[in-house]
């Protein structure tokens, strides 16, 4: 591992623990050249996964960019940091099961969506509308009225949607 403060290879774990349910590995580590102190999880990964964008392009699937934009969409909502951590994980284990090693980035905001959907509808909409790219006040309003209708029809959160 390489030591983010010099670039040294030369490091050395001090303490491993279990993380995230038992998810991941936390590993404190240590520089042996500069005595930089840092943080590593290890996580399984079932397989490599290429996200393909709307362009075409091919790129590398980045949980952490998919829990960034899951944290933006919760902020400042009442959601405890396990059931977040419990669905990003949920997404990245369906998002491996059901590809090939590919999948597109329509593919896995329309699976966040769902599940932040059923989660919290306030961070549904957030997300929903950098995803959907809402350009106009109207298309709040449509998709508030789709969640109203729900609630009105008897489909809830709890009930899976």
Known sequence: MRCPFCGSFDTQVKDSRPADDG????????CTDCGGRFTTFERVQLK???VVKRSGRRVPFDRDKLARSIEIALRKRPIDRDRVERLINGIVRELESQSEGEVTSEGIGALVMERLRRLDQVAYVRFASVYKNFNAAE???DILRELGHEEVSGETAEDGG
């Open 139 to 141: 298309e709040f309003g």
């Open 23 to 30: 998810g991941a590995i936390r590993r404190r580590r240590v």
């Open 48 to 50: 490599e996964l290429m």
